[in-house]
């Protein structure tokens, strides 16, 4: 005999032989609110429900990495977009966190390359007076351009790309953990990925217009006290 359940997107009556909602013609999960398909606390049916977009390929990672709180299972999504991708599924604080990260992998690198590739401006900027004079000669010395596309840009977001592609899934399984019971956190939202990347966008160029700026000016007046 059919047993009744309930659609969780739209709150219709279905039956457990029913593969599609009646009302909403959403899919219901193979296991029909079977709660013995428990993955880290969460029913399979309440993770479906969450997910929504690509949720058969999430549940079966969950699955397959249950009661994992860290774990390696590549994401593509991830490794190509990083950020876009966490405000894509609503991960707003994790967007920003990585952000972050990338862009102190990208200070990082360039303050590497500067310190492999200019011995000689290192050395005499500790020993000798001649800040502005060393500064000079090696920027003309450098392609400029080329060190700003790979160091800044190509190095740092490829880096951690590798990272969010291992990675994101489990990040991913941590916040349908942790928001599960609210099926406003669930889902996707494409239009926010248009709102991230002006915000980017925006932080960037203050960075280039004030910060670095006013970086340089301090680093300035402290030589010049020096």
């Known amino acids: 005999m059919p047993k009744t359940i309930i659609c969780k997107y739209c709150g219709s009556e279905c039956t457990d032989q029913d593969e599609y909602c009646p009302k909403c013609l959403k899919r219901i999960p ?3 609110l079977d709660k013995s398909n428990i993955i880290d606390g969460m029913s399979e049916h309440d993770i479906f429900v969450f997910v929504e977009n690509d949720a058969d390929y999430y549940l ?3 699955k397959k990495h249950n009661n994992k709180k860290v774990f ?4 593509f999504a991830a490794f190509f977009f990083g950020p876009l991708w966490m405000v894509y599924r609503k991960m707003h604080i994790e967007a920003i966190v990585a952000y972050l990260i990338t862009t102190l992998i990208s200070f990082a690198c360039v303050a590497g390359i500067l310190i492999s590739t200019a011995p000689e401006f290192i050395y005499r900027y500790l020993f000798y007076d001649f800040w502005y004079e060393s500064c ?3 920027i003309e ?3 400029y351009t080329k060190y700003v596309i790979l160091f800044q840009f190509v190095l740092p977001y490829f880096i951690s790309g590798i990272f969010y592609g291992l990675f994101g899934n489990a990040i991913y399984k941590g916040y349908v953990k942790r928001h599960i019971k609210s099926l406003a956190d669930g889902g996707t939202l494409f239009l926010a990925i248009f709102a991230a990347l002006f915000a980017k966008f925006a932080i960037d160029l203050l960075m280039r217009l004030l910060v670095f700026p006013i970086g340089e000016n301090i680093v300035r007046f402290i030589l010049d006290l020096l």
């Open 141 to 143: 010395n450098i392609d």
């Open 30 to 32: 193979e296991e029909k």
């Open 72 to 75: 390696v299972s590549f994401n």
């Open 60 to 62: 079966q990672t969950f």
């Open 136 to 138: 000079a000669s090696f």
